[in-house]
């Protein structure tokens, strides 16, 4: 539904997109309302065991065991506190000034 939205929306408008840009933009929408955002194709890849975000600009994954730099990145540090909220709150955790970190695991896929 929100794929078939999108693309209704970027049809009625003015936008000019590649095919390619047009999927990225709907790929990008969909992960923000129904995934974390951002981070949402490092956990789609199997081959990347954990992720770390230290901040909107410094995003961290586990590959193979070699921790690397991600290319993703955040708006700001509200957009990454909303991500944060989507994986913590249903485990009952928070982040707050009082708790600036918390270490919480995704469901299984």
Do not use: C, W
Not at 11 to 34: F, H, P, Q
Not at 36 to 42: F, N, S
Not at 66 to 74: E, P, Y
């Amino acid at each position: 539904m929100i794929e078939a939205a999108l693309d209704e929306y970027l049809n009625s408008t003015a936008t000019l997109l590649t095919a390619k840009s047009r999927r990225e933009v709907i790929k990008g929408v969909i992960d923000e309302v129904l995934g974390y955002g951002p981070i949402q194709p490092l956990l789609d890849d199997n081959d990347i065991t954990e992720v770390m975000v230290n901040g909107p600009l410094r995003v961290y994954v586990e590959r193979f065991g070699k921790i690397t730099r991600s290319d993703r990145t955040f708006r700001n540090d509200g957009h990454v506190l909303r991500i944060i909220e989507k994986i913590v709150a249903p485990i009952g955790r928070r982040v707050d000034e009082s708790s600036p970190m918390v270490d919480a695991r995704l469901p299984a896929r």
